[in-house]
């Protein structure tokens, strides 16, 4: 009896030891939990363009081109109503979210809301969205002129992946189809890789299920978010119904479902995702090739990966993480342009929180930053002349010399922004989560 009784002890404390050390690890992955406020902004250039008549914008994709001029805004202003932490995403009788282009080289025309077709349904409340340009094959068949694919995280009563067709011409808009799979839970970043495929990540894997869940999945930063790779058929081998869902037209789409969910990996609280080239938002797609991964954990930073597309089928292979970058402050969107990586995210969680509770509560601070070292941003040793950056102050000096900052602000001039980035050379541009208007700056 006492030598079982030993046994059990130990086991016990085997146990609570492999416990501790799984927390331990979990815990110290995260980002400092510090919070921190930067001051106002003093870029005498910037300006809120356009507040009248956007608010709430957590996202926009540049539409890829050789000089990228217009973006396509992902916006909400029914977000207080329908906000799926506060479980009022039950409520489907809220008005939609919207879309908008706009034409950021010109910051005086107005932002153009895309008018959906109704087989998109009333229930869509977009956040993440990637946009990739149609290959010759693909180009309208009438016209001849090139498509613009937009992917977009719809956080509807069902979750899903709504993909859309943009006419640039015309602003007119088809509807493909509502991606719906029990590995869109909780849709949140999108980055499009052909006009056929997009990486989408899933916020956590309790965020629609239980709020007490999703805070102990996000407090001890637990690896339970999926991110996903969602392909749809190649040209000449679908059909969209009148009801928008995509039907198989040939038996040699791998004889099955006309569309494939693939898991890539799973993260705690995946946020926003990007790959390292806008070609790779543009037809010539060389299969095989080594592209690098960007995913933004809320809790830990930037994972770094890289994957290479199949050669015969529209799928992805040899995924492998190549680093965890901590970043300054809980990361939301990024952004991949011209050759650079851009963080945008809130470096003040209770003021944020704050506001999402309450309208009239302060407006939260934001940051942008950009990392150096990109793409897979390997290299810990970085040379002295490096200064460090006001944004990393909370980090180690290692950690610290990866960064600078690109905006950052208390929250009196712009809060909340959620994704930004220097689009083209010269023009910094950002979108607030639970503000209004459009951050336009010349860097």
């Known amino acids: 009896m006492i030598g079982r009784g030993t046994v059990v002890y130990l086991n016990t404390q085997s146990s609570l030891g492999l416990l501790l050390a799984l927390l331990y690890s979990h815990i110290s992955r995260r980002i400092p939990l510090k919070p921190f406020t930067p001051p106002a902004q003093s870029n005498p250039t910037c300006k809120v363009h356009h507040p009248e008549i956007i608010r709430f914008c957590e996202n926009f994709a540049v539409i890829p081109a050789s000089v990228p001029e217009y973006i396509v805004l992902s916006c909400d202003p029914s977000r207080r109503d329908w906000n799926r932490l506060r479980k009022t995403v039950h409520n489907a009788s809220v008005p939609s979210g919207e879309l908008y282009i706009w034409r950021f080289t010109h910051p005086e025309s107005l932002p153009i809301r895309l008018y959906l077709p109704d087989t998109v349904g009333k229930d869509f409340h977009p956040l993440g969205i990637g946009a990739a340009v149609s290959s010759n094959e693909e180009k309208n068949s009438e016209s001849g002129e090139d498509t613009v694919r937009l992917f977009i995280a719809n956080q509807a009563l069902s979750p899903q992946l709504t993909i859309l067709n943009l006419r640039p011409s015309t602003l007119g808009v088809e509807h493909v189809s509502n991606v719906r799979h029990p590995r869109i839970r909780s849709p949140n970043g999108v980055a499009a890789f052909s006009y056929n495929g997009a990486?989408?990540?899933?916020?956590?894997?309790?965020?629609?299920?239980?709020?007490?869940?999703?805070?102990?999945?996000?407090?001890?930063?637990?690896?339970?978010?999926?991110?996903?790779?969602?392909?749809?058929?190649?040209?000449?081998?679908?059909?969209?119904?009148?009801?928008?869902?995509?039907?198989?037209?040939?038996?040699?789409?791998?004889?099955?479902?006309?569309?494939?969910?693939?898991?890539?990996?799973?993260?705690?609280?995946?946020?926003?995702?990007?790959?390292?080239?806008?070609?790779?938002?543009?037809?010539?797609?060389?299969?095989?090739?080594?592209?690098?991964?960007?995913?933004?954990?809320?809790?830990?930073?930037?994972?770094?990966?890289?994957?290479?597309?199949?050669?015969?089928?529209?799928?992805?292979?040899?995924?492998?993480?190549?680093?965890?970058?901590?970043?300054?402050?809980?990361?939301?969107?990024?952004?991949?342009?011209?050759?650079?990586?851009?963080?945008?995210g809130h470096p003040h969680m209770p003021k944020l929180f704050a506001k999402v509770e309450d309208d009239h509560a302060e407006m939260p601070p934001s940051w942008t930053v950009r990392l150096r070292n990109a793409p897979l941003a390997l290299d810990r040793n970085h040379s002295g002349s490096q200064t460090h950056d006001l944004a990393s102050s909370t980090l180690g000096k290692s950690e610290a010399a990866r960064w600078e900052s690109v905006f950052g602000d208390d929250g009196s001039f712009a809060g909340s922004i959620s994704t930004g980035g220097v689009l083209v050379p010269g023009i910094y541009v950002a979108a607030g989560l639970w503000d209004r208007g459009i951050v336009r700056c010349q860097t």
């Open 199 to 344: 990486f989408v990540t899933n916020d956590g894997r309790f965020t629609r299920v239980s709020q007490i869940l999703w805070m102990v999945e996000y407090l001890f930063s637990i690896s339970l978010a999926d991110v996903i790779y969602v392909s749809l058929p190649p040209p000449g081998f679908a059909e969209v119904d009148t009801s928008g869902e995509i039907t198989a037209a040939s038996e040699n789409w791998n004889k099955r479902s006309s569309i494939n969910v693939q898991l890539i990996t799973t993260l705690p609280v995946a946020n926003g995702i990007a790959i390292a080239s806008n070609d790779f938002a543009t037809p010539e797609i060389e299969k095989g090739s080594e592209h690098t991964l960007y995913i933004a954990s809320m809790t830990s930073g930037i994972y770094v990966y890289t994957f290479t597309q199949h050669q015969s089928q529209n799928s992805i292979t040899s995924v492998v993480q190549r680093s965890l970058v901590k970043t300054p402050f809980w990361p939301d969107n990024i952004l991949y342009e011209s050759g650079s990586l851009y963080v945008s």
